[in-house]
Every structure is written in structure tokens, then in C-alpha cells.
């Protein structure tokens, strides 16, 4: 009976120390495939031409230009393409894909010159990009 319940906790020990080590490379796994898809994400943000374009209207100080009234005024794809992108990002952080610390180190400067930019602040918060407007003040209200 004695040499039965050793070779019982054994078992049970054995299956403890699978089970951990399995849980060990879910997390590990699970945090290369994250840094995949967060990489994947910078990609297509930082290299996509159509999004590049906006990126060097709103990349101005002071957040006024003739270049960004005309780019709020003429709403061209790409702007589009570029709110919705940053749209798309916001859901991500609702749905706790993205937290915010990956969303603010991945894009905090972008978001800072759609913030600093009065016309399309506006224009974010009247044209139904609900998501990236909350995700915009919230980052205002926490500064």
C-alpha cells in the first residue's frame, strides 16, 4: 500500500510539473506571436505610402498648416485610410488586444499630433470615429 501511494503523488507530481511547463510555453509562445502581430501592426503603419503622406501633412507644429485645412477640408481616401487605421487601433485597446502602454509606445507621437491639431480633432469627433475620439480624450484626461 505504501509503495502504491509513492507511485500515485509521483504521478501527480509528474503531471503538476507537465502542466506548468506547458503553461510556461503557452505564455512564451503566446508573447512571440504578440510581438509578431504588434510588429505586423508598425508595418503597415510606418510603411504604407497612402498613410506616410498623411503622416508628413500632420507631422507639423503647432497643429495648423494650409496643408491640413485642405487635407480636413478635400477628406481624401488616404485621410480616411489614416483615421480609420488609428479607428482600428483604438477597438484594439477597447477589446484588450492592445494596452494602452503598446498603444502609447507604438504611436504616442501620432496620436499627440491628431490631438495638438484642432481641425481634425474636430473632424474626428463629428465624422464618426467614435473609438479613436475616446481613445483621444482619455489620453487628454490623463495628462
Not at 86 to 92: D, G, K
Request: hydrophobic share 35%; glycine share 4%.
Amino acid at each position: 500500500m505504501y509503495k502504491r501511494r509513492i507511485s500515485q503523488s509521483g504521478r501527480s507530481a509528474n503531471w503538476r510539473s507537465g502542466g506548468v511547463a506547458a503553461i510556461f510555453v503557452y505564455f512564451f509562445n503566446s508573447r512571440v506571436q504578440r510581438a509578431k502581430w504588434l510588429s505586423s501592426l508598425y508595418e503597415k503603419f510606418y510603411e504604407r505610402a497612402d498613410l506616410k503622406r498623411v503622416r508628413e501633412v500632420l507631422d507639423c507644429e503647432g497643429g495648423q498648416s494650409p496643408a491640413i485645412d485642405k487635407l480636413v477640408a478635400d477628406e481624401p481616401a488616404e485621410f480616411s485610410d489614416y483615421l480609420n487605421f488609428f479607428e482600428f487601433v483604438a477597438v484594439l485597446g477597447k477589446s484588450r488586444q492592445l494596452t494602452q502602454e503598446e498603444i502609447e509606445d507604438l504611436f504616442h507621437y501620432y496620436l499627440d499630433c491628431l490631438e495638438d491639431c484642432p481641425p481634425v480633432r474636430d473632424y474626428i469627433a463629428k465624422k464618426g470615429f467614435e473609438r479613436l475620439d475616446k481613445l483621444l480624450r482619455q489620453r487628454t484626461n490623463k495628462t
